[in-house]
């Protein structure tokens, strides 16, 4: 497997960056060993940042001026791209031993000379980046691991990028560390076992006069425009049966609007750092 691994690098990166790439490796799987998993994750944005700049991926999807042919040639490329990798997976037989994981950091953007309107990237959802609303911060998220993950199967799991060091854990064998508040996703991915669910999801935005969001079950709260004023009001709306949450429906359920206020100031910890306006 090790001569594998150092086989797909090689191919991926270039010789002339493998033995570095390696040694990045490395480092962040002994920050993982000693329960470090913040340094580790550091390390590890730094060696994603790395591998786009070798490869010229970075380029290849922001390196376009022409808008609207940036957003499907940008699409075009990540479609090719990814294919590489999972045939080359293929090719050094690590198909069935890798899962393969795809997601975005947030909604559909409105910089970097993207149309989302054109493309209709949000869809029925509301917003785009820096939202709180869900086309800000509702993104897909797709795995692949044949012969453990069922293929074409879905599920209305409601997750965020804090479960995927948890799930990563269970996948390894390995334990997660304590200060997290990340459930393991692997019940819902392998459709085995009993999934916990999250009580609720919180969200902050900073910029944009500050906000604050929370998602509980069917429901989702949130609140704008907190360097204005500190009693902003609770925006209520029901996910399901309103996605693209044009509904407030606070007014027909106070004591839920209390609760969600309520984990608006409990759930954040407070920081010099990201100090949030109220």
């Not at 060993?33 to 390390?43: C, I, L, M, V, Y």
């Not at 709180?132 to 799991?157: C, E, M, N």
């Amino acid at each position: 497997r090790q001569q594998q691994h150092r086989e797909f690098l090689a191919r991926l990166v270039g010789p002339a960056h493998l033995d570095e790439h390696l040694r990045q490796h490395e480092a962040v799987r002994n920050l993982l060993a000693r329960g470090q998993s913040r340094r580790a994750a550091q390390a590890l944005d730094r060696l994603v940042v790395a591998l786009l700049e070798e490869t010229g991926a970075a380029d290849q999807l922001m390196g376009h001026r022409a808008v609207r042919l940036d957003g499907a040639d940008g699409l075009g490329r990540l479609d090719r791209d990814i294919g590489r990798i999972m045939t080359l997976l293929k090719e050094l037989g690590l198909d069935g031993d890798t899962i393969v994981m795809f997601s975005s950091d947030n909604g559909s953007t409105f910089n970097g000379g993207t149309d989302s309107r054109f493309f209709n990237s949000a869809g029925p959802l509301r917003g785009l980046k820096c939202d709180l609303y869900d086309g800000g911060i509702r993104v897909p998220f797709i795995a692949r691991w044949p012969g453990r993950i069922p293929a074409g199967s879905t599920s209305d799991h409601v997750s965020a990028f804090w479960d995927v060091l948890p799930t990563v854990a269970g996948i390894v064998g390995a334990r997660a560390p304590d200060d997290t508040d990340g459930i393991s996703m692997l019940p819902t991915l392998l459709g085995e076992g009993k999934q916990r669910e999250h009580s609720h999801l919180y969200w902050e935005y900073r910029s944009r006069g500050g906000g604050q969001a929370v998602r509980m079950g069917r429901f989702k709260g949130l609140r704008l425009g907190l360097a204005r004023t500190d009693d902003a009001p609770v925006e209520l709306y029901d996910l399901v049966d309103d996605i693209g949450e044009k509904n407030d429906v606070g007014d027909e359920n106070p004591a839920l609007v209390e609760r969600i206020l309520e984990l608006m100031m409990t759930s954040r910890t407070a920081s010099e750092h990201f100090p949030l306006p109220r």
